[in-house]
């Protein structure tokens, strides 16, 4: 959903795209890749930081996005930030009324995320979750069902992505 929100921004704005070599990507972390012979990141803060950036000059900017409740995508050069993005969930009003109707069934709700905790203690809120497990990679999501399960809890799951895919089969 990252990638397709800024490719389309990319095409509304008609910018040229340059090639990339020895792409890697890392799910849930970020990408790396080698244009005109010079290396660039883009992830979150612990990719960037996991590869020796300073995130601090950029803090107080990323802070005020997550606050609102918005994914921050940092973008860098070898060694330092050269940009990020803000990239915002739409939240589907039949979504609330899902939760609410869940909730009101005393369904326990939990809210498993890639999304770091204040982005996702944010949209939690906003739609009436209170039990979030957030900043879990994809390939842990199914690890999180599993530890219910093994409490005695009955699972359904809901996911959006092909990184859900193996909770999904998990769940009951």
Do not use: C, H, W
């Not at 490719?7 to 080698?34: C, M, P, T």
């Amino acid at each position: 959903p990252l990638s397709e929100a800024i490719l389309e921004k990319i095409n509304q704005e008609n910018i040229e795209l340059l090639e990339a070599k020895e792409f890697v990507s890392i799910s849930g972390r970020g990408i790396k890749a080698k244009i005109e012979d010079k290396i660039y990141f883009a992830g979150n803060i612990a990719f960037i930081k996991e590869n020796n950036i300073d995130v601090e000059q950029n803090a107080e900017k990323a802070n005020k996005f997550l606050e609102q409740g918005k994914t921050v995508l940092y973008f860098a050069s070898k060694d330092k930030i050269i940009g990020i993005i803000a990239v915002a969930d739409v939240i589907k009003e039949d979504s609330k009324k899902a939760i609410e109707e869940l909730n009101n069934k005393n369904i326990e709700i939990i809210m498993i995320t890639g999304d770091n905790q204040v982005v996702a203690e944010t949209i939690g809120k906003e739609i009436g979750i209170q039990n979030i497990i957030s900043e879990v990679l994809p390939q842990d999501k199914e690890k999180e069902v599993r530890k219910l399960q093994e409490n005695g809890q009955k699972v359904a799951f809901v996911g959006d992505g092909i990184n859900d895919s193996p909770a999904l089969v998990k769940a009951d």
